[in-house]
């Protein structure tokens, strides 16, 4: 059974960081990839950022230069670092861990973010 657990999300102003997490259980290395999702209200879930277990990176325009997906293999986590932050980027922010023909999701974090 794969767990994802998001944290870190929460209410900033415009202009500044976040730092969401996706703990996993167990290796991370045994799914070819692991992706940050977001979905704001009323509208379709979208991709934000993906990596591969090879390491490739991919990212939505919207957020290209400012977010920054990575991985702690030794703490089973991936982290999308979030620069520069825009109204725009507020959502329910949601870890993917493909492996194979499998989805896996966690149940998401908040991020707002507003003046």
């Known amino acids: 059974q794969v767990q994802l657990v998001e944290s870190g ?3 900033v102003q415009p202009g500044e960081s976040l730092r969401l997490s996706c703990a996993a259980s167990g290796s991370i290395f045994r799914f070819h990839a692991m992706n940050w999702y977001r ?5 379709q879930r979208e991709l934000v950022a993906a990596i591969t277990s090879g390491g ?3 990212y939505a325009d919207s957020v290209k ?16 670092q979030m620069n520069s ?6 959502a329910v922010y949601y870890c ?4 194979g023909p499998l989805d896996y999701w966690g149940q998401g974090t908040q991020v707002t973010v507003s003046s």
């Open 96 to 99: 993917k861990a493909v492996q």
């Open 56 to 58: 490739s990176t991919n």
């Open 65 to 80: 230069g400012r977010f920054t997906i990575s991985r702690d293999s030794a703490k089973n986590t991936v982290y999308l």
């Open 39 to 43: 979905q704001a209200p009323g509208k």
């Open 9 to 11: 999300g929460g209410l």
């Open 85 to 90: 932050l825009k109204p725009e980027d507020t």
